[in-house]
């Protein structure tokens, strides 16, 4: 027969034993935060562009100004506008408008893009291609980081057809060309095609996007 004070005792011990000590009972786990979406950095539409020779395009859309793009080298190669450029890769829901032409002779010059990354992660460059019959074949990207004093090439050539076309470098991986100031892209035209007297390549909807840094 059990004393009051063994009963007590028993008691006790068996709620020690079911009720979790003071001060153990573990805070809910808070939830992951949602995933950072890529962000349009940059976005050149090239709907609004005049008729002429055009010397530099300044971008449509963008969060780190200055961004334009040149064609600079030698010969007889120019920029102007080509009607009608295409949907492919359009944002904003913007119909096909114009595009922007890069005549031949097309390889003793190259497609400058300057466009800053600052602030920016996971840099990826899309844009719509087409040549004319006696256009370019090739395209061939690279990157600088410091202004255009020296370039690192992406990939191997890339085929153009003379239909509309989307193409997407992906630099997620290459820390380098994120939060750069002075980032440039360039596109070479290159292979069959890209030394005649005439001939054209054209370009819409180039579109650089990236994440924010946190």
């Known amino acids: 027969m059990y004393t009051m ?14 009720l979790p000590a003071a001060g153990c009972i573990e805070d809910p786990v808070a939830p992951p935060p949602p995933p950072t979406k890529s962000e349009l ?13 055009l010397t530099s395009v ?14 600079p080298g030698t010969g007889l190669g120019y920029m102007d506008n ?9 944002r904003n829901n913007l119909a096909a408008g114009l595009g922007l032409r890069p005549r031949n002779p097309a390889n003793t010059r190259a497609l400058i893009i300057a466009a800053p990354t600052t602030g920016y992660k996971s840099i990826v460059v899309t844009w719509a291609a087409q040549r004319s019959s006696s256009g370019a074949q090739q395209e061939e990207f690279s990157y600088s980081v410091d202004g255009g004093t020296t370039w690192v090439p992406v990939g191997g050539p890339i085929a153009i057809a003379e239909a509309w076309e989307q193409k997407s470098v992906n630099l997620s991986a290459i820390t380098a060309v994120e939060n750069k100031a002075n980032m440039r892209f360039r596109i070479l035209f290159t292979g069959t095609g ?8 054209r370009l819409d909807n180039i579109t650089i996007e990236g994440i924010p840094l946190s």
């Open 41 to 53: 950095i940059h976005y050149w539409h090239f709907n609004n562009l005049p008729a002429g020779t």
């Open 82 to 90: 080509v009607d009608p450029g295409t949907d492919i890769n359009a």
């Open 58 to 71: 300044a971008v449509d859309v963008t969060k780190r100004a200055p961004a334009e793009i040149t064609y």
């Open 5 to 18: 004070t063994q009963k007590i005792g028993t008691l006790a011990l068996a709620a020690a034993l079911v």
């Open 194 to 201: 890209s030394d005649g007297a005439s001939g054209n390549n």
